[in-house]
């Protein structure tokens, strides 16, 4: 099986079952075995599900994750999951896209779409609503009032000047 994390995807959860090997730096080893060279870890959870107690899975990513309860109805598999759950937000996918290898020993149980999210986007979304006609602003015609103040000051500025020079030909 393979999966394929989109390179604009938002939102999906990707739950994982895979027991490491030893208990050095699971979340390397867990990279590893489905093909990725860059993961951020911040966005992997490792959940040995024994440690949930009374838990179920299901009821651990309806509340962690807030994932939709009808959503996690239809993978019924993870009621039968035991030892370890890598839980992989798409955010944790560094390079994108990027094919993952779900068939070793790490198996793809269930893709799951956090709240706020449908089916996370494959491409930018174009929509009619921001097209428009855009016209360059028209320069808006002077007052009169504007106009008759620009008069005035060039004819304060002229007699201004002419006094200046019957001053310096009197003196």
């Known amino acids: 099986m393979s999966d394929t994390v989109a390179e604009h995807e938002v939102g999906g959860v990707?739950?994982?079952?895979f027991d490491p090997?030893?208990?050095d730096d699971p979340i390397f080893q867990f990279q590893t075995a489905i093909g990725v060279s860059g993961l951020g870890a911040e966005n992997v959870q490792h959940v040995v599900l024994a440690e949930l107690?009374?838990?179920p899975l299901r009821s651990f990513l309806a509340?962690?994750?807030e994932i939709d309860a009808a959503a996690l109805d239809k993978v019924a598999e993870l009621d039968e999951l035991t030892g370890n759950v890598f839980l992989a937000r798409s955010s944790a996918f560094l390079?994108?896209?990027v094919a993952l290898k779900t068939d070793g020993a790490a198996?793809?149980?269930a893709m799951l779409w956090e709240p706020g999210t449908v089916g996370g986007f494959s491409a930018p979304i174009k929509t009619e609503s921001a097209?428009?006609?855009l016209t360059s602003p028209t320069k808006k015609k002077?007052?009169?009032?504007?106009m008759s103040g620009r008069v005035a000051t060039i004819a304060l500025l002229v007699m201004g000047l002419l006094v200046w020079v019957m001053i310096k030909v009197a003196g």
């Open 14 to 17: 990707r739950v994982f079952h």
């Open 21 to 23: 090997p030893h208990d």
């Open 53 to 55: 107690g009374d838990m």
């Open 63 to 65: 509340v962690a994750y």
């Open 95 to 97: 390079d994108r896209p």
């Open 107 to 109: 198996r793809l149980v």
């Open 131 to 133: 097209e428009g006609i």
């Open 142 to 146: 002077p007052s009169d009032a504007a």
